[in-house]
């Protein structure tokens, strides 16, 4: 298990941009797999981005060309940038790990280990 703390969430206005951190003050993330999931109001959480340690990008077709994940190990810490933001990108944004590599397309929810307690965004004007 990986303790990760997600922050950077806020009110951004639609068309706005805005970055996400998921940092992990006790592990090395360097050695793991990573992945943003979003939960809207009402919905079910689902998978965003991954990025696997060798550093190859996954996006789910909702928000490929608009959000971008990256991994900086020497701070330790992961990243969500959030570009063109629109309404329906409202919800609890997490970041997860896990030892596996991800091989294409939007992550699972039911693949990832360890968990951050999320940071909110509300896209709204």
């Known amino acids: 298990q990986v303790r990760l703390v997600e922050s950077g969430g806020g009110l951004v206005q639609p068309g706005g941009s805005l970055r996400l951190s998921c940092a992990a003050p006790?592990?090395?993330?360097?050695?793991?797999?990573i992945a943003w999931f979003r939960q809207a109001p009402g919905k079910e959480r689902e998978g965003l981005s991954c990025?696997?340690?060798?550093?190859?990008?996954y996006y789910a077709d909702s928000v490929k060309g608009r959000f971008t994940i990256s991994r900086d190990n020497y701070r330790n810490t992961n990243y969500l940038d959030v570009h063109n933001a629109k309404p329906e990108d409202t919800g609890v944004y997490y970041c997860?790990?896990?030892?596996?590599?991800?091989?294409?397309?939007?992550?699972?929810?039911?693949?990832?280990?360890?968990w951050g307690q999320g940071t909110t965004v509300t896209v709204s004007s």
């Open positions: 006790e592990s090395a993330l360097y050695y793991w797999t």
């Open positions: 997860a790990t896990r030892v596996r590599d991800c091989d294409g397309g939007a992550p699972s929810t039911a693949e990832f280990d360890s």
């Open positions: 990025i696997n340690t060798g550093g190859n990008t």
